[in-house]
């Protein structure tokens, strides 16, 4: 291979050989997403087969942080902050990155708040915010990186398949 093409490479370690798709014009990238949790990005902005946003997925490719990483990539459009919420509870090592005229213009890791209300339901079926109460659920972010969440109300630790739980 020639010098030229291990340069090329280098630069884009984290998708081998180059972009794996066109590149955007505008919209957002979410990298550095947990291997094998693209789907559940997607299904929390959402998108599905009929939505008709253009979108594309990268699934575990190799990543010197993550080991193996997704990406989603989502044209002409921006992420909501309660979106931003929720990829952060099931891929909290993932950045934002916006893209304008094919270029990176802002990059942001996602951030959990201190709690998160009416976003995750406790594991505990006799959970109070179980219950036909009006209580809206509301978690408490012990960790992070990798997540854990504890019921305000029961104590409830939450910290694996999250996805399911998500409201
Ligand atoms: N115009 C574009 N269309 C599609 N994807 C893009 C575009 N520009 C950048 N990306 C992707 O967005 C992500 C961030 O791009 P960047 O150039 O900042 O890469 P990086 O230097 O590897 O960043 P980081 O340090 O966050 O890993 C990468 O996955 C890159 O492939
Ligand atoms: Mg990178
Ligand atoms: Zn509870």
Redesign the pocket.
């Known amino acids: 291979m020639t010098d030229k093409n291990n340069e090329k490479i280098d630069k884009?370690?984290?998708?081998p050989g180059g972009?794996r798709?066109?590149?955007?014009?505008n919209?957002t990238?979410i990298?550095?997403i947990a291997g094998g949790q693209a789907l559940n990005v997607l299904k929390i902005l959402g998108i599905s087969g009929t939505t008709g946003a253009t979108v594309?997925v990268?699934m575990n490719v190799e990543s010197k942080?993550l080991g193996k990483k997704d990406?989603v990539?989502v044209e002409d459009r921006e992420l909501r902050e309660e979106e931003l919420n929720r990829i952060a509870l099931i891929a909290p090592a993932a950045?934002i990155?916006i893209?304008r005229n094919?270029?990176?213009i802002e990059?942001r890791p996602v951030d959990l708040p201190d709690e998160i209300v009416g976003v995750v339901r406790c594991q505990n079926p006799n959970c109070i915010s179980n219950t036909h109460e009006p209580i809206k659920s509301r978690m408490l972010v012990k960790v992070k990186n990798p997540v854990l969440l504890r019921c305000l109300y029961c104590e409830q630790p939450l910290a694996n398949g999250i996805a399911e739980y998500l409201i």
């Open positions: 884009n370690k984290e998708e972009l798709v066109k590149p955007i014009n919209g990238v990298d550095h594309s990268v942080k990406i990539k950045s990155n893209i094919c270029r990176v990059k």
